[in-house]
């Protein structure tokens, strides 16, 4: 089945305590993204990627850092969670490099930092 | 930055009616997307409607674009209490550069009452 998966789907973590997210496409889909939500802003992009080894910066980039060493991966990773970023995240691939078709999501990962 | 705008932020209908929901934005674009999202699940692609196409179907969808008002409409005929969900619009900008970035709007939360 084609599909976006993310892990985990439930966090609770403490203050400093570095963690990641993995997200992962079995569509050889070029690009991938990742967002935040939050209530009253929607969903804000946090990094995006169009292609293995090529990142670059969305609308909310701070606090956090990703990597795609391989097609299918995108992690995010926070190196020193902080409570501002507790929130709903998402992962988010599409076919081609651009965003000119259709973003295929994954379930969300809830994180809850203390 | 938030491009897209949605209104109204809510809207609550019968089942049966039609619902249309709004989406405002502020720059040119390669292309507008409508996406679905079922409280706090992944968000699902809707429509996709690309800059020089002013009208799309899909099912008991309707999805309009006006470029020179930077406005479209999401048009649900027939309601159902499935539908209850939240409706995001999200641009995708017109960029010389390349278009690799999705700009999400705020979302109208639609209730259909059964």
């Known amino acids: 089945e084609a599909q976006v998966t993310q892990n985990p789907r439930y966090l609770i973590t403490v203050t400093g305590k570095k963690l990641t997210v993995t997200c992962s496409q079995n569509?050889?889909?070029?690009?991938m993204s990742w967002y935040r939500q939050d209530p009253g802003l929607g969903l804000r992009q946090i990094y995006y990627s169009m292609n293995v080894e090529v990142t670059d910066k969305g609308d909310v980039p701070e606090g956090y850092k990703v990597s795609r060493k391989e097609k299918r991966n995108f992690p995010l990773i926070l190196e020193s969670p902080s409570p501002n970023q507790t929130s709903l995240y998402f992962c988010?691939?599409?076919?081609?490099?651009?965003?000119?078709?259709?973003?295929?999501f994954g379930p969300g990962t809830r994180l809850t930092v203390l | 930055s938030q491009q897209g705008e949605e209104d109204p932020q809510a809207l609550s209908i019968q089942e049966g009616e039609n619902a249309t929901m709004n989406c405002s934005y502020k720059?040119?674009?390669?292309?507008l997307q409508w996406y679905r999202q079922n409280s706090g699940r992944g968000l699902v692609h809707l429509i996709l409607i690309r800059s020089n196409e002013r009208e799309k179907h899909s099912g008991r969808l309707r999805v309009t674009l006006d470029t020179s008002k930077k406005s479209s409409s999401l048009l649900i005929t027939a309601s159902r209490a499935a539908d209850t969900a939240s409706y995001f619009c999200?641009?995708?900008?017109?960029?010389?550069?390349?278009?690799?970035?999705?700009?999400f709007g705020k979302g109208t939360k639609l209730s259909v009452i059964p």
């Open positions: 569509m050889n889909h070029e690009y």
């Open positions: 720059t040119s674009i390669n292309n």
């Open positions: 999200a641009t995708v900008p017109d960029s010389g550069a390349g278009s690799y970035q999705l700009t």
């Open positions: 988010a691939s599409s076919l081609s490099q651009q965003v000119t078709d259709t973003q295929y």
